[in-house]
């Protein structure tokens, strides 16, 4: 009999092959997700609650994984989240999701639910474009890239989710590129399984395979290179230092460990009860 | 047009003169001696500076409708409130004025000179207190239910009082 | 029962607070912002959960997680937010997502006259969504009925597995009246299915929708606001996948009209002259046909405590008795198009319109129009 592989028992085999295109790299997020569960010794996802808004990275959870999900709104899936969290803190709630959704059309309740420390866990797939709608600049569009919207070359200024959460009271914020795959699922299994508590942000670079490499006229390959060759370490940057607009700077920016905003929440709850209506 | 039981209130000021306040304690004066209460208010941004009114509708019967433009006794603290009134077309059968604040061509039943005394004694600020003390005098709500409303403030008990005085010495 | 004076939107966090509300998400606008701190109040202190979040999308998407995860939800806002809302609110109604949105409105559009009453979001609550869609629309017009409506919409947003609206308006929010308080209510809560191999998004009967898991059950539930089948796989080609679960959403609500339009009927019976209306303005209504009546002259009124679904029947009845029919609005007229539709051809229809700088409609302007009319 065949073996089957380790990550079939989160994923819906029914609905597999998935219709991401061919070398698309969600199947490596996927798979580095799948391994940190594995490595935890998680047999069933229930009590896991996945939550995605609209784009490609949004179908890795719905329908991929066997798990509950709520496949929302663009650019909402923060904001349902943090209603399924606070409804139910038992259950383990993750936000999946690309650029588009929670960098531009949601990035206000990302800010908050990090200003928050809600206890949740997002992994944003940054693909550096709007690969659902055929390949549009993103807030993270890199400058000079060619997309459907600017097709002489982007020229506007890129954000850097992982610098602006890093300054909110977010627990931990970290980036990797698919071409990090270990530290990616050790970044995983930190967040889920170590702090398990707060705002956990984990950012995974993994260019458009078809907006971006092919484009660029680059193959999947030779772009795993190209990112660990431009891949910067966060704790090699020093104040001041200028960082060139093609590095990426990757790893842990930020870890802590204070309580979340389910915590704050119930100690408010205790405060409340001890206090008589008006 | 009111049913036979069916008795209307306004009170009129400019913002800051605590005229919501007001309305909202006479209305829940009028509730606790018994009656079905319906109030209501302008409320927005002219609640700073411009004309406030607020108006009550009560009666021994369940409220048929909280609006009207005939009112029992009409009450104002500022001539804003009384040309907010005259613009709106309320009519009203009984006038109660402000001495100082609206002006001495308007033919009003009862005139309380309620800013002199409140600074006489001490009760700037308590203006729309003392205004309801003279609806008190008036005999149109309960002083005692008032009291009750009014007891956490020493202040505000003696402004009543002194609206009440107002109407006893006419 | 309780007899207390407050003002309608006390009555409606009381209500929710009476039917088991358990999950508040809110944004500050006036004129609704008092629902949102009795609410801030009194939930934290009952185990509930009060979030005052970054704007009204994020307020309408956690209701919509929250009621997944098995909790009653309810937000309050007024126009501005409740255009925000809709988007969340077409969501809710493609997953069948049980929710209470009240829309306490004012004087817009856009920032309009921010805090003056109006009835002009009707039309919006309806159809303010892309695609074709129904919710059931309420209408308190007392603090009374928003107390009681907001137990009504609980119950049909948990019987039926949809958001329900609540249109009150400033006069309403802000009006102090007296309001009898229920001792204890009892809501239906939400079917549960018994086993996976129930599908959560289909069922044979329209009229009855079907159950719904909650997150952490175990069922592995497949949510989407893409077009779905029955277990929630996705299928955005097909015709018949489409077809079936938006007609089948759109007949649960139509199909059961009867248990949801609900309204009064004052006078109708020798009327000669009638009246349509909803909201504060049907309390002038009320009073203008007793006015009227105490002339000698036979007026009636219908009241309607639920604008969507609408059954038209008792004002095609009001309209072959009368020879006129009156509806006033504090908008420039959109319940009107119903009357019309139900009655112009029994008889005369005649809109009165009023909206803006805080003004009510004065019985005694209704009393006037009544007289006019039928001297004509």
Redesign the interface.
């Known amino acids: 009999m065949k073996k089957r592989h380790f990550s079939q028992k989160y994923l819906r085999i029914e609905t597999l092959p998935t219709l991401f295109c061919p070398g698309c790299f969600n199947g490596v997020v996927i798979n580095a997700l799948s391994k940190a569960l594995e490595e935890e010794g998680v047999a069933s996802l229930r009590g896991y609650v996945f939550v995605s808004g609209i784009g490609c990275s949004s179908w890795i959870p719905s329908p991929y994984i066997l798990a509950d999900s709520l496949h929302v709104l663009h650019g909402r899936a923060v904001a349902v989240a943090m209603g399924v969290k606070l409804a139910n803190p038992k259950l383990e709630v993750i936000v999946i999701g690309g650029d588009g959704d929670l960098a531009s059309i949601g990035i206000s309740h990302l800010i908050h639910a990090a200003r928050r420390n809600l206890d949740i866990v997002v992994i944003m797939v940054n693909n550096l474009v709007y690969g659902m709608t055929r390949g549009q600049q993103s807030p993270t569009t890199p400058r000079g890239l060619e997309t459907t919207t600017t097709p002489y070359g982007s020229f506007e200024y890129p954000i850097d989710m992982c610098r602006v959460l890093r300054e909110t009271n977010a627990n931990y914020v970290a980036r990797w590129t698919i071409a990090h795959f270990f530290q990616l699922k050790d970044s995983i299994r930190e967040a889920l399984f170590r702090l398990r508590r707060g705002f956990r942000y984990i950012e995974v670079v993994a260019p458009c395979t078809t907006y971006v490499a092919r484009r660029l006229g680059l193959k999947p390959s030779s772009i795993l290179r190209d990112l660990l060759k431009n891949s910067k370490r966060v704790e090699e940057i020093r104040r001041g230092d200028t960082i060139g607009e093609d590095s990426i700077v990757v790893g842990i920016f930020k870890s802590e460990d204070k309580p979340g905003y389910i915590e704050l929440y119930q100690d408010y709850s205790m405060r409340a009860r001890g206090v008589q209506s008006g | 047009m009111a049913r036979h039981d069916e008795k209307s209130i306004l009170l009129g000021g400019i913002g800051g003169q605590g005229i919501v306040y007001a309305t909202t304690l006479l209305a829940k004066a009028l509730f606790a001696e018994g009656y079905y209460v319906a109030q209501l208010q302008s409320y927005g941004a002219e609640v700073r500076g411009g004309a406030v009114i607020g108006w009550i509708v009560y009666s021994t019967q369940p409220i048929v409708s909280p609006f009207t433009d005939v009112f029992d006794t009409v009450l104002v603290l500022h001539q804003k409130a009384l040309e907010e009134i005259e613009k709106k077309k309320f009519t009203y059968t009984r006038l109660i004025v402000e001495n100082d604040l609206v002006s001495s061509t308007i033919e009003a039943d009862y005139r309380y000179p309620i800013h002199r005394v409140a600074k006489k004694l001490g009760l700037e600020g308590n203006e729309n207190i003392i205004a309801l003390g003279i609806l008190a005098g008036h005999g149109i709500v309960s002083r005692e239910e008032l009291r009750k409303l009014l007891e956490s403030n020493k202040k505000n008990i003696r402004a009543l009082e002194e609206g009440v005085k107002l109407v006893a010495r006419d | 029962m309780n007899r207390v ?1 407050i003002t309608g939107n006390e009555a409606v966090a009381y209500g929710a607070l009476a039917a088991g509300c358990n ?1 508040y ?1 809110g944004y500050p606008i ?2 609704s912002s008092e629902i949102m701190h009795l609410m801030a ?2 939930l ?2 009952r ?1 509930g ?1 009060f ?1 005052q ?3 009204e ?2 307020a309408i ?11 009653r ?1 309810m937000t309050a806002t007024s126009g501005p937010g409740f255009s925000l809302m809709q ?2 609110l077409g ?1 809710a109604v493609m997953t069948e997502t049980p929710l209470v949105v009240v829309d306490v409105m004012r004087a817009g559009p856009a920032t309009g ?4 009453p109006a009835q002009g979001d009707l039309m919006q609550a309806r159809w303010g969504r892309h695609g074709d869609q129904v919710l059931p629309v309420l209408a308190p017009s007392s603090p009374q009925e928003c107390y009681d409506l907001v137990i009504r919409a609980f119950t049909i947003a948990e019987e039926l597995r949809t958001p329900v609206v609540v249109l009150s308006d ?2 309403i929010g ?5 309001v009898e308080l229920a001792g204890e209510v009892r809501i239906p809560s939400r079917r549960r299915p018994r086993s996976a191999r129930e599908p959560p998004f289909y069922s044979e009967d329209p009229r009855v929708p079907p159950p719904m898991p909650r ?2 059950d ?9 077009t779905h089948d029955g277990f ?3 299928d955005t080609r097909s015709f018949d996948t489409h077809y079936k679960l938006v007609k089948r959403i759109w007949d649960k609500i139509w199909l059961n009209r009867d248990t949801i339009f609900d309204y009064e009927a004052v006078g109708i019976d020798d009327a000669i002259i009638g009246f349509v209306a909803y909201g ?1 303005t049907a ?2 209504v ?2 203008s046909v ?2 009227l009546r105490r002339e000698g002259i036979r007026a009636g009124y219908i009241k309607l405590k639920t604008l969507w679904p609408i059954d038209t029947k008792p004002i095609e009845v009001l309209a072959e008795r009368v020879e006129a029919i009156i509806v006033p609005e504090l908008s420039l007229g959109q319940l009107v198009f119903d009357i019309e539709r139900a009655a112009k051809n029994y008889t005369k229809i005649y809109s009165f319109n009023k909206v803006g700088g ?7 302007e209704l ?1 006037e129009l009544a007289r006019k009319v039928l001297s004509r």
């Open positions: 004076f999950f998400a006036t004129p109040r009194e934290p202190r185990g959960v979030v979040v970054e704007d999308i994020a998407n956690a209701l919509i997680g929250a009621s997944w995860a098995g909790s939800a988007e969340g969501y006259q921010a805090t003056k400033e006069f802000h009006g102090r009246e007296v997150l952490g175990g069922f592995n539930v497949l949510v989407t606001g893409s929630g796989y996705r504060s309390r002038s009320a009073k007793e006015i805080g003004e009510p409609i004065y019985p005694r009393v």
